[in-house]
């Protein structure tokens, strides 16, 4: 049973920050829509919190939104870091294998690595395009995202988080 589309995002949400705190992190969920964050987390050697953006699939297919968002300036190929950017973000796929059983995979990326794999992504999309149809996408419309197959190096990765 696939969970609803609404509850998808708040259930990967508790899931991320319940594995951050069985790592013995103080982690904390945040609320409403104009969070910089999904989770603030204080690792043990710093002060001040890291920021943590938790992106939920149920089909392998995660919406970075970061071109939209302005953390990636695809004029000049850079990034833009003087935006409020998350520190890391925790892509968590779950996938429902019938009577409420799930598989479940979690991917651990610093945001300046998943800005570079999301740039190599629109390149490759933005060639395919131009070759099929003689000119460049319209970038106002579709939006960024990354498939598995992009980030499964960065399975379980969770030492990033913790040696922050």
Known sequence: MKIETNLLGLAGEYRVCSELIKR????????GNRKSADIYVIPHRRRAALRIEVKTSQNGRFV??????KGLNRKNDVP????????????????????NKYEEAFFILPHERIWNIQKR???????????KHGCPP???????????????????RWELILRA
């Open 64 to 69: 970075t939104r970061i071109n939209q968002k």
């Open 80 to 99: 833009d870091f003087k935006n409020d950017v998350p520190d890391f973000w925790v892509l968590f796929h779950c996938k429902c294998k019938g009577d």
């Open 121 to 131: 992504v629109n390149r490759d999309y933005e060639r395919r395009f131009r070759k």
């Open 138 to 156: 319209n970038e106002e419309k579709g939006v960024d995202n990354v498939r598995i197959k992009h980030v499964k190096e960065y399975k379980n």
């Open 24 to 31: 013995g992190l103080l982690a904390m969920l945040t609320y």
